[in-house]
């Protein structure tokens, strides 16, 4: 079977088990309607779940990706609680721009995740990628550094590692 | 009944926390960081609503539509907020004055 085949069988599957999991399974309109759906989904976009051949350490990547989403669940408390707190204050204490950072992450997949969680931590929201280059630019609600080098550090240096660990 | 009552908890602080962002998106200043208050306090708050949610319910139909929920919320709410701000941006639309740095504008390349 090739990758694409199975990319689009692994997607066809998940889909009718979400499916299941949200309607109820002794209708059988309800599950013919299923499979349906599930054909046509995994038909057009299934090809793009799956890209790449290599599954060694599987149980390290799910171990790593774990960590990774606790992690990623107490920046984002802190986040809320720093929006808060910028919004509750009478002097509204922003000091905003735009600023940009480096990565060395090269999946697509990997990227995605790294630029919504850069999005959903404190103060920051990503605008703009320039995939070439690897430079992902910020807006800042309170800028600290201009420099590009120290920005990274802050900014991305929290999430690169363990998402190194996880996508490659 | 103590289930009843931690859910009851859960959608408390999702309506706060949805309240803290609709008091940005008024008080702030311009777009972008209207976007920030929208992106981050309003996930949040609706994650906790629909958390409470399925700690009320249990582990049936229902819950389970609130979890898939979540998941879907947290995939994409930064997306829509990265493609606002980037039309934004592209667009003209001004930032606030009182930015300090706009190493976007900087580097012009991206732009046609």
């Given at each position: 079977?090739?990758?694409?085949?199975?990319?689009?069988?692994?997607?066809?599957?998940?889909?009718?088990?979400?499916w299941l999991a949200l309607t109820s399974i002794r209708d059988l309109e309800?599950?013919?309607?299923?499979?349906?759906?599930?054909?046509?989904?995994?038909?057009?976009?299934?090809?793009?779940?799956?890209?790449?051949?290599?599954?060694?350490?599987?149980?390290?990547?799910?171990?790593?990706?774990?960590?990774?989403?606790?992690?990623?669940?107490?920046?984002?408390?802190?986040?809320?609680?720093?929006?808060?707190?910028?919004?509750?204050?009478?002097?509204?204490?922003?000091?905003?721009?735009?600023?940009?950072?480096?990565?060395?992450?090269?999946?697509?997949?990997?990227?995605?995740?790294?630029?919504?969680?850069?999005?959903?931590?404190?103060?920051?929201?990503?605008?703009?990628?320039?995939?070439?280059?690897?430079?992902?630019?910020?807006?800042?609600?309170?800028?600290?550094?201009?420099?590009?080098?120290?920005?990274?550090?802050?900014?991305?240096?929290?999430?690169?590692?363990?998402?190194?660990?996880?996508?490659? | 009944?103590?289930?009843?009552?931690?859910?009851?908890?859960?959608?408390?602080?999702?309506?706060?926390?949805?309240?803290?962002?609709?008091?940005?998106?008024?008080?702030?200043?311009?777009?972008?960081?209207?976007?920030?208050?929208?992106?981050?306090?309003v996930t949040f708050g609706s994650a906790g609503i629909l958390l409470g949610?399925?700690?009320?319910?249990?582990?049936?139909?229902?819950?389970?539509?609130?979890?898939?929920?979540?998941?879907?919320?947290?995939?994409?709410?930064?997306?829509?907020?990265?493609?606002?701000?980037?039309?934004?941006?592209?667009?003209?639309?001004?930032?606030?004055?009182?930015?300090?740095?706009?190493?976007?504008?900087?580097?012009?390349?991206?732009?046609?």
């Amino acid at each position: 079977m090739t990758l694409q085949n199975r990319s689009r069988l692994f997607v066809f599957i998940f889909s009718f088990l979400v499916w299941l999991a949200l309607t109820s399974i002794r209708d059988l309109e309800e599950v013919v309607a299923g499979l349906l759906v599930a054909a046509l989904v995994s038909a057009i976009a299934g090809k793009f779940l799956i890209t790449s051949e290599k599954s060694e350490h599987i149980i390290k990547r799910i171990f790593s990706a774990i960590k990774y989403l606790f992690k990623f669940l107490w920046e984002m408390v802190k986040a809320n609680l720093h929006v808060a707190y910028i919004v509750i204050n009478p002097y509204l204490p922003i000091n905003p721009g735009i600023v940009k950072i480096k990565t060395k992450l090269t999946k697509d997949s990997a990227l995605t995740v790294l630029t919504n969680s850069i999005t959903l931590t404190p103060g920051t929201l990503t605008v703009d990628i320039n995939p070439e280059k690897k430079e992902i630019y910020i807006h800042w609600i309170d800028v600290l550094s201009k420099d590009v080098e120290k920005n990274t550090k802050s900014i991305g240096g929290k999430f690169e590692k363990l998402l190194t660990e996880v996508f490659e | 009944m103590i289930r009843e009552h931690i859910g009851m908890v859960f959608i408390l602080l999702g309506i706060m926390f949805d309240f803290f962002g609709v008091l940005g998106l008024v008080r702030l200043p311009d777009v972008y960081n209207r976007l920030q208050a929208a992106t981050k306090c309003v996930t949040f708050g609706s994650a906790g609503i629909l958390l409470g949610v399925f700690i009320k319910q249990g582990f049936n139909n229902f819950g389970f539509k609130a979890l898939l929920g979540i998941a879907f919320i947290f995939l994409t709410s930064p997306v829509a907020a990265h493609a606002i701000a980037r039309a934004a941006h592209r667009s003209g639309i001004p930032l606030t004055k009182e930015t300090i740095v706009d190493q976007y504008q900087e580097d012009n390349e991206l732009k046609d």
